[in-house]
């Protein structure tokens, strides 16, 4: 009987001792696979840092292709754009008051001579008096039309006379050069001087190159 007990506790004892040894190496087992485990993240959470760290420190280029396939964007789509509609006026221009009569000098068939800004030769009357009131009125108004309007010497032209302002039969305003009134041939083409020399009455401003502002 006692040797019995004494095998049974024997037999006990060495049971403790494997369970305590397999609980050891599961323990180490389990303890390893943590570190394991701990040192892959690890290294997982260093190679993200590394490429992290490269793809913002190193500067970005756009693609040709997808340069070429962009589509074009609206001049109003966005504030930012610099293709903005630009103003109805040009701050350089200088624009004359409405009613204004450009008048330059010209070259012609008969030399330089005075025309109107689209080209229409101007004439003189040689029945009119200097500073008087201009006598082509009725059916001779009809073929002779005043010059009217207010005058103003082209930009590059320096005429020697001085232009001036006559009323008319019925509150008009003519044109006038050094006090003779002005006129336009009817019909008359630009630069056409048809109208000269008519009826021995009718004549162009001669005027010279020397007029010109070079």
């Keep these: 009987m ?27 087992s389990s ?30 280029t756009s693609s040709p292709s997808s340069t070429s396939n962009a589509k074009p964007t609206s ?16 701050p350089g221009v200088t624009f004359l008051p409405v009613g204004t009569t450009v008048l330059i000098v010209q070259h012609s068939s008969l030399g330089w001579v005075m025309a109107e800004a689209s080209g229409l030769v101007v004439y003189t009357y040689a029945k009119d008096s200097k500073g008087g009131t201009p ?17 103003k010497a082209g930009p590059a032209d320096n005429f020697p006379g001085t232009f001036g302002l006559v009323t008319r039969a019925g509150g008009v305003k003519q044109i006038t050069y050094d006090g003779y009134p002005l006129y336009l041939y009817r019909g008359a083409s630009p630069l056409s001087t048809k109208g000269n020399g008519i009826d021995g009455e009718w004549h162009v401003v001669p005027l010279s190159a020397s007029d010109i502002s070079s």
């Design 31 to 60: 303890a390893a696979g943590a570190a394991s485990s701990t040192a892959t993240q690890g290294t997982a959470v260093s190679s993200s840092s590394s490429t992290s760290a490269t793809s913002t420190s190193s500067p970005r």
């Design 75 to 90: 001049s109003n789509s966005s504030p930012g754009n610099t293709a903005q509609a630009q103003p109805s006026t040009n």
């Design 135 to 151: 006598t082509c009125t009725g059916s001779c108004a009809s073929v002779w039309a005043p010059v009217t309007g207010m005058p």
């Design 2 to 28: 006692r040797k019995s007990g004494c095998a049974a506790a024997a037999g006990l004892g060495s049971l403790v001792l494997l369970l305590a040894a397999c609980g050891g190496s599961s323990s180490s």
